[in-house]
């Protein structure tokens, strides 16, 4: 082979190489995502809790403690499956915990709201754990689950005031991930609204936060 013939070959293998380069698929982005489930809180004038309540991490065992997002099929209940590019901001169990906070203190819910890094000890806490937090898809529009355990008690005398199981389903406005999130946050203001009304039924002296010197 001359010379020539042999850098036009070379040639040609660089051109299939670009191309094949060109043809390949790009790969798939990671998509993060929160929540701002304060949208439209009504706030009480006078909070029916007097003095601090904290709000600590939601307990959340296997996948639902992960980050990714969780799916279903409505054929195959009880299988639970994960993206593989979209994730919210932080672990499930302490983005409600900081939507939560935020939450009750847009209700007005007591004195204080805040999270048990305020030093001492709150006069009320609000504990719980996450059941469900996924999507459901299938044949018709896809909705979203979520379930929550939530508790309140007294740190004084370790009294029960409040224990409730919050349950929301909520069908996405369509198939974008970007419909989902909207409906998860959706999902989650329903029921942090319920809370909400729940703690109003019981109002209660908590106490301000003892600080240590």
């Given at each position: 082979m001359s010379r020539s013939g042999a850098w036009r070959l070379l040639l040609s293998a660089i051109v299939v190489a670009a191309l094949a380069a060109c043809?390949?698929?790009l790969v798939p982005r990671d998509h993060f995502y929160r929540?701002?489930?304060v949208g439209q809180v009504p706030a009480f004038r006078d909070p029916p809790l007097v003095g601090t309540v904290t709000v600590s991490p939601?307990?959340?065992d296997g996948l639902v403690s992960q980050r990714p997002v969780l799916f279903s099929h409505r054929d195959?209940?009880?299988e639970l499956r994960q993206y593989n590019y979209h994730y919210w901001v932080e672990p499930p169990p302490i983005l409600l915990q900081r939507q939560l906070i935020d939450h009750l203190r847009a209700a007005n819910v007591a004195t204080t709201v805040a999270s048990p890094d305020l030093r001492g000890a709150a006069g009320c806490r609000v504990l719980g754990s996450v059941?469900?937090?996924e999507r459901i898809v299938g044949p018709e529009p896809s909705r979203?689950?979520?379930e929550l355990d939530l508790i309140l008690v007294r740190a004084g005398d370790a009294a029960e005031l409040l224990s409730t199981t919050l349950r929301a389903d909520m069908q996405a406005g369509d198939e974008r991930m970007e419909s989902v999130i909207l409906a998860f946050d959706a999902a989650v203001t329903r029921l942090f609204n319920q809370f909400v009304a729940e703690l109003r039924?019981?109002?209660t002296r908590c106490g301000p936060a003892r600080r240590e010197s």
């Amino acid at each position: 082979m001359s010379r020539s013939g042999a850098w036009r070959l070379l040639l040609s293998a660089i051109v299939v190489a670009a191309l094949a380069a060109c043809a390949q698929p790009l790969v798939p982005r990671d998509h993060f995502y929160r929540l701002n489930a304060v949208g439209q809180v009504p706030a009480f004038r006078d909070p029916p809790l007097v003095g601090t309540v904290t709000v600590s991490p939601l307990r959340a065992d296997g996948l639902v403690s992960q980050r990714p997002v969780l799916f279903s099929h409505r054929d195959e209940p009880l299988e639970l499956r994960q993206y593989n590019y979209h994730y919210w901001v932080e672990p499930p169990p302490i983005l409600l915990q900081r939507q939560l906070i935020d939450h009750l203190r847009a209700a007005n819910v007591a004195t204080t709201v805040a999270s048990p890094d305020l030093r001492g000890a709150a006069g009320c806490r609000v504990l719980g754990s996450v059941r469900r937090f996924e999507r459901i898809v299938g044949p018709e529009p896809s909705r979203i689950a979520v379930e929550l355990d939530l508790i309140l008690v007294r740190a004084g005398d370790a009294a029960e005031l409040l224990s409730t199981t919050l349950r929301a389903d909520m069908q996405a406005g369509d198939e974008r991930m970007e419909s989902v999130i909207l409906a998860f946050d959706a999902a989650v203001t329903r029921l942090f609204n319920q809370f909400v009304a729940e703690l109003r039924q019981i109002p209660t002296r908590c106490g301000p936060a003892r600080r240590e010197s």
